[in-house]
Nanobody, 124 residues
Framework: QVQLVESGGGLVQAGGSLRLSCAAS????????MGWFRQAPGKEREFVAT????????GYADSVKGRFTISRDNAKITVYLQMSSLKPEDTAVYYC?????????????????WGQGTQVTVSS
């Protein structure tokens, strides 16, 4: 069974930090580019960050550059999103996703596998 499971979400004050984790069920995910997306209430799902198969190349949405860091540990088949200087507008359900390609992508439709999401709420 192919699974991506997010964890680490919760309630945090503005200016605080939070680290999200995404655990994959199969070793084949080590060869895939990974991404984080988020969806706020009443809004469309949007790109947040992406990382290539090896972790050597990353990309970020302009809204999170300098605040969020994506990383991966292929030995653990896990992807992380370190979030700092959090703002109320970061409040959303955060989704981990896997592309079947090895290179980074900001395009939602290029990701084939999705986790169930983890809620991040940033208070004012």
């Amino acid at each position: 069974q192919v699974q991506l499971v997010e964890s680490g979400g919760g309630l945090v004050q503005a200016g605080g930090s939070l680290r999200l984790s995404c655990a994959a069920s199969e070793r084949t995910f080590r060869s895939y580019a990974m991404g984080w997306f988020r969806q706020a209430p009443g809004k469309e799902r949007e790109f947040v960050a992406t990382i290539n198969w090896s972790g050597g190349n990353t990309g970020y949405a302009d809204s999170v550059k300098g605040r969020f860091t994506i990383s991966r540990d292929n030995a653990k088949i896990t992807v992380y999103l370190q979030m700092s200087s959090l703002k109320p507008e970061d409040t959303a359900v955060y989704y981990c996703a896997a592309s079947i390609r090895a290179t980074i992508s900001t395009i939602l439709n290029e990701y084939a596998y999705w986790g169930q999401g983890t809620q991040v709420t940033v208070s004012s």
